[in-house]
Nanobody, 115 residues
Framework: QVQLVESGGGLVQPGGSLRLSCAASGFTFSIARMGWYRQAPGKQRELVAFITSGGSTNYADSVKGRFTISRDNAKNTVYLQMNSLKPEDTAVYYC?????????WGKGTLVTVSS
């Protein structure tokens, strides 16, 4: 079955960096579009970034120039490098893939940006 397991969240000061990882299994990772979403307290889940099987990327305006999504097909892993973090980046970050008309989600990893 499809499994997505996030890691790398934590507490970081404003201006700091974190790298999130998502280990995927149960499907052909190399041909799947992978994405990162986030959900802040009291807000709807929103798309942060996605990367296609060919390596094309797309970012939410709020993270452009600060976040970078990448993938390692040999390791079945997608990453989200987050730099210049702001308090408004505080959220639970979820890994996502969309296969056969179904969205699959990890359990999420909490990122807290606070001094």
């Amino acid at each position: 079955q499809v499994q997505l397991v996030e890691s790398g969240g934590g507490l970081v000061q404003p201006g700091g960096s974190l790298r999130l990882s998502c280990a995927a299994s149960g499907f052909t990772f190399s041909i799947a579009r992978m994405g990162w979403y986030r959900q802040a307290p009291g807000k709807q889940r929103e798309l942060v970034a996605f990367i296609t099987s060919g390596g094309s990327t797309n970012y939410a305006d709020s993270v452009k120039g600060r976040f970078t999504i990448s993938r390692d097909n040999a390791k079945n892993t997608v990453y989200l490098q987050m730099n210049s973090l702001k308090p408004e980046d505080t959220a639970v970050y979820y890994c996502n893939t969309y296969l056969g008309g179904i969205h699959y989600w990890g359990k999420g990893t909490l990122v807290t940006v606070s001094s």
